[in-house]
C-alpha cells in the first residue's frame, strides 16, 4: 500500500534529483528519505532506482514510476474534494431563482423550515436553472413558467406583476397603463440582478437604452436625481412607493406579469415549506 507522504518525496526526488535536497525540503534526516525511497520501490515491486556508491537515480522504470506516483497523488486530492462537495451538498439546499423576489419570500421559510442547512441562493439565466435541474445541482428552483416534467414537483408560487416608475410630470405620467411599445425607445434606469426580467425588458424594448447600476445604493441616488424612468413590481410596491416624487404605472402585457413556479424534486416536496401564493 502506497504511502501518500512518500509519494511526495518520491516526486520531489525526480525533479530535485538527490536524496539531501529531498531532506532539506521536507525537514526529514536523509536517512530517512532513503528508507521513504525503499518502501516505494517495495511498493512497486520492481527496481526503479540505479544505485552506485554514494548515488542513487532514477532508472527508466522509475521514470514510469513518477508519472503513476503524480497520478495517484492527483486522483486522491480529486477524490478527497468531491467527498468534501459530496458532504457540503448533504448540508446545503441549492436554490436557484430567475428573480429575486421569489428568494425574498422563499428564503426566511426555507431557513425557517431547515435551521440546520445551509441556504445557497443565486440568480441565474433560465438555461442554467434547466440544466442544474436536470444535472441535480440544485435542490429547489423558481422558474417564470410551470415546467412539464414528471420528475419533478411543480406548483405556482408567487406572482409579479411589472410597472414602470416615473416622475410626476413626466410625459407618461397620466397614463393608468402602459404598454411595452407605449414605453419602447424611452431610456431606463436598470438595475443588474433582476434575472430574466433584464432580458425581457431589453427584448420587448429594442429601442431602448439602459444604464445599469450593480450599486443598490447608487441606484437609489440615481432614481431620485433622474428624470430617468425605472422599473419597480407590486411586489415591491407591497411596501409603500419608496421614492415620494414618483408613481407606479402598471404595464398591461402579458409578459409583465408573471406566475413564479416552484420546482423540487419530487422526493424533497414534503419538506418544503407551502407555497404562499398571491
Same mark, same amino acid.
Given at each position: ?21 529531498v531532506s532539506e525540503q521536507f525537514h526529514i534526516s536523509t536517512p530517512t ?6 518502501? !516505494? ?52 439546499? !441549492?436554490?436557484?431563482?430567475? %428573480? ?30 434547466? %440544466? ?8 429547489? %428552483? ?7 416534467? &414528471? ?27 402602459? &404598454? ?18 433584464? @432580458? ?11 444604464? !445599469? ?13 433622474? @428624470? ?6 407590486? !411586489? ?31 422526493s424533497m416536496i414534503n419538506f418544503l ?6
Amino acid at each position: 500500500m502506497f504511502d501518500l507522504n512518500e509519494l511526495e518525496q518520491f516526486i520531489a526526488f525526480a525533479d530535485l534529483g538527490t536524496l539531501s535536497k529531498v531532506s532539506e525540503q521536507f525537514h526529514i534526516s536523509t536517512p530517512t528519505i532513503t528508507r521513504s525511497m525503499q518502501h !516505494v520501490e517495495e511498493d512497486f515491486g520492481v527496481p526503479i532506482f540505479s544505485r552506485s556508491k554514494n548515488k542513487i537515480e532514477l532508472n527508466e522504470t522509475g521514470h514510469k514510476a513518477v508519472q503513476c506516483a503524480k497520478a495517484i497523488l492527483n486522483e486522491t486530492v480529486r477524490a478527497k474534494r468531491e467527498v468534501k462537495e459530496f458532504n457540503e451538498h448533504l448540508k446545503t439546499i !441549492v436554490v436557484k431563482s430567475c %428573480a429575486p423576489a421569489p428568494l425574498w419570500r422563499l428564503l426566511p421559510a426555507l431557513s425557517g423550515a431547515f435551521p440546520e442547512m445551509t441556504i445557497s441562493s443565486h440568480i441565474c439565466p433560465i438555461p442554467e436553472i434547466l %440544466a442544474d435541474l436536470r444535472e441535480k445541482k440544485c435542490d429547489v %428552483a423558481l422558474l417564470p413558467f410551470k415546467v412539464e416534467d &414528471s420528475s419533478w414537483h411543480v406548483s405556482p408560487y408567487m406572482e409579479e406583476h411589472l410597472s414602470i416608475c416615473i416622475k410626476k410630470e413626466h410625459e407618461l405620467a397620466h397614463h393608468k397603463q402602459v &404598454s411595452f411599445s407605449d414605453i419602447n425607445g424611452f431610456n431606463f434606469l436598470l438595475r443588474s440582478k433582476i434575472g430574466f426580467w433584464d @432580458s425581457m425588458c431589453r427584448d420587448k424594448m429594442p429601442s431602448s437604452k439602459f444604464l !445599469v447600476q450593480t450599486n443598490d445604493f447608487e441606484f437609489d441616488e440615481l432614481v431620485k436625481n433622474s @428624470s430617468l424612468p425605472c422599473f419597480t413590481t407590486d !411586489v415591491v410596491l407591497a411596501n409603500g412607493m419608496p421614492y415620494s416624487d414618483r408613481i407606479s404605472i402598471p404595464i398591461i402585457d402579458s409578459e409583465a406579469k408573471v406566475t413564479f413556479h416552484l420546482v423540487t424534486s419530487v422526493s424533497m416536496i414534503n419538506f418544503l415549506p407551502a407555497p404562499a401564493t398571491t
